[in-house]
């Protein structure tokens, strides 16, 4: 099934994720950020870019495979293209768990603590040059092993 994200629909709900995800951590600075580009809508390409702080070492993070109101896990993986994950200007190698093409693994180098994901979104369908269907959420969840900071 598919939901409607209205821009002001999607701001809402990545404020809500955002301040969830740093209620728990250090107020100085936000766990998670992430903006969504969908100039390209016309073309049935979102832009994503996420920035999350995290510790030094391995950091598991998770695309959502469970998507709110389905009935099995339908998370839109086929629709996840081109991932690039940074260090400041370094570009960070990462590999997908062989059993759960949902799961990626990072290797933090040492003096880090906050990583850039970016990644597109293919989008399966859009109403008009300036409202897209998306399904689930478009963004990486933050760690899921506990490394977010």
């Not at 955002?18 to 992430?34: F, G, R, V």
């Not at 995290?54 to 709110?68: D, E, M, N, S």
């Not at 940074?86 to 590999?95: E, F, I, P």
Request: hydrophobic share 40%; aromatic share 6%.
């Amino acid at each position: 099934m598919f939901t409607l994200f209205s821009p002001r629909r999607l701001v809402l709900e990545l404020v809500a994720m955002t301040a969830i995800a740093a209620s728990a951590q250090d107020k100085s600075a936000p766990a998670m950020t992430l903006v969504v580009d969908e100039t390209q809508g016309a073309r049935r390409i979102a832009f994503v870019h996420e920035e999350i702080r995290v510790r030094p070492g391995a950091v598991t993070l998770a695309y959502p495979k469970w998507i709110p109101g389905e009935h099995g896990p339908t998370g839109p993986i086929q629709q996840f293209a081109a991932l690039r994950i940074h260090s400041g200007s370094a570009s960070l190698s990462w590999t997908r768990y062989p059993e759960d093409i949902y799961t990626i693994h990072v290797e933090v180098p040492a003096n880090t603590d906050r990583i850039s994901v970016d990644f597109d979104m293919l989008m399966e369908n859009t109403l008009s040059d300036h409202q897209l269907l998306l399904r689930g959420s478009p963004g990486i969840h933050e760690p899921s092993d506990g490394s977010a900071v």
